[in-house]
């Protein structure tokens, strides 16, 4: 069985269990029935068939007495119900109202009953269906007398009983495993809702929770699970904060560090080697700046930091102003729709500005410049397809890239933090969006930027 629940699933174990629990009280109670109505009728059989051969018995017997009667002559006198052979043993001859029966073999079972002088009763297969032989032993004219009727409605009504009893057991049999499936549902709703629930935590939506219940089963499961995400949840808001505060921190310092760095820069006393050598730290200080920016941000969005509140805004709009933030040509836009009907967002604008700006910029600095960027609508969603002219991303790096400090093979390393990419992701997830990248037709890579449009804006 366990084996089995591998394999099939639980709600599948629960629903056999039920119906094998059926089948088997089926079972029972259809051959306890059967059994009982057989031994019933049966004896109700051999009652009647030695009722009738002992009324025929004493016929053959009172004609037999008359003198100069045969036996031949009395059995032809007799009308015996329909499949009912009469048999007379006499002075070691036997005389039959059937040829087709031979009547030392089918009587052979209450022979020795009946030589003791006792009436008997029995069975035999000789015949097809089988027959109740009735013996009665008749002194007064030193003769045995048999009657073999064969019992062909007994076998009818016993062959009926058990098609009914079968039939009664299977459909019993379906009704419990319907009951076990009702039952399986109605047990495993609740592991459905942990599912549901476990499945939005592992996608992000850490405020997600189970509903109290009181089942005391599964008040502890729905604690327990609760519990943890609460601790996941303040794990993650903990990591954050200290990120955005060793950032923070480090903030002062490193400004202190850049305006020194920029006195020196303007100085004219410095030699040669000195000025390189403050050209080169102005350099990592600039990008260590850019690294400790890029953790202030992940840490906000971690944290659920906004500093404005969403609005709405023309997707176009968005991406042409991060073009020009950039100073890039507005001309790189293109927009496969209906520009009189303008696909808005709801977006935080300088977080999305941001995000985009990164996509921008990992094209120019990895990717071996931005090519174009295109508006696609997808049904409720609005696609910002960022394009390169760059050698593209190996398939196996390109989830890996949106992780934190990740660097894909074949991309061309600059000064970046290695954290924009993550930006973007969690800015887009934090819209309720989402991104990844493919090939670019021609080569290159595309990074897909997928975000909901407002209600009413369905392209």
């Known amino acids: 069985m366990t084996r089995w629940r591998k394999v099939h699933g639980l709600r599948s174990s629960v629903t056999v269990a039920f119906a094998l629990g059926a089948l088997a009280l089926s079972a029972a109670l259809a051959l306890g029935t059967y059994f009982s109505a057989r031994h019933y009728l049966v004896e109700q059989r051999e009652r009647t068939a030695m009722r009738q051969a002992f009324t025929d018995a004493a016929f ?34 036997w005389y039959s109202s059937s040829l087709d029966l031979p009547g030392p073999e089918a009587t052979s079972g209450v022979q020795p009953v009946v030589a003791t002088g006792a009436a008997g009763v029995g069975w035999t297969s000789v015949t097809e269906p089988g027959a109740v032989v009735v013996g009665v032993p008749l002194p007064a004219v030193d003769a045995e007398y048999y009657e073999v009727a064969v019992a062909e409605e007994l076998d009818r009504t016993l062959s009926t009983l058990g098609i009914a009893l079968a039939i009664c057991a299977a459909v019993t049999t379906l009704g419990g495993a319907m009951v076990g499936r009702a039952a399986s549902r ?3 709703a609740p592991l459905a809702d942990v599912t549901t629930a476990a499945v ?6 850490l405020d997600t929770r189970l509903d109290r219940t009181e089942d005391p089963d599964l008040a502890a499961l729905v604690g327990a699970f609760n519990n943890m995400v609460d601790a996941l949840h303040e794990r993650i ?9 060793v950032s923070h921190e480090l903030r002062t310092p490193v400004t202190t560090l850049t305006t ?3 006195l020196l820069q303007g100085s004219t006393d410095l030699s040669p080697e000195v000025a390189r050598a403050v050209e080169l730290m102005a350099v990592e200080l600039a990008r260590f700046r850019r690294a400790l920016e890029d953790l202030l941000q992940l840490g906000r969005l971690d944290a659920d930091v906004h ?24 001309a ?30 990992n094209a120019d600095t990895h990717g071996g410049g931005l090519v174009g960027v295109r508006l696609k609508p997808r049904g409720t969603f609005v696609d910002i397809h960022v394009e390169d002219g760059g050698p593209g991303v190996p398939a196996e790096d390109r989830e890996r890239i949106f992780e934190r ?7 061309k390393l600059g000064t970046g933090s290695g954290l924009g990419l993550s930006i973007v992701a969690r800015t887009v997830h934090n819209h309720g969006g989402s991104v990844w990248c493919t090939t670019r037709p021609g080569g290159g890579a595309t990074f897909v930027l997928r975000l909901p449009l407002v209600h009413g804006d369905d392209a």
């Open 260 to 262: 020194s760095l920029s």
């Open 237 to 245: 808001q903990q990591d954050a904060r200290f990120a955005a505060d």
């Open 405 to 411: 400090f990740a660097r894909a093979g074949g991309r």
């Open 332 to 361: 790189l836009l293109v927009a496969e729709c209906d520009p009189l009907r303008e696909a808005h967002v709801t977006v935080d604008r300088p977080q999305m500005l941001r995000a985009l700006t990164n996509l921008f910029d």
């Open 307 to 330: 500093d404005a509140q969403p609005a709405e805004i023309g997707v176009r709009d968005l991406v042409r102003q991060a073009l020009l933030a950039g100073g890039r040509a507005p």
């Open 200 to 205: 939005k935590v592992s996608a992000g939506d």
């Open 186 to 188: 109605r047990v495993l």
């Open 60 to 93: 053959v017997r009172d004609n037999l007495l008359t003198s100069g009667a045969q036996v031949s002559d009395v059995l032809g006198s007799i009308s015996p119900p329909a499949g009912t052979v009469i048999f007379v043993h006499r002075d070691g001859r």
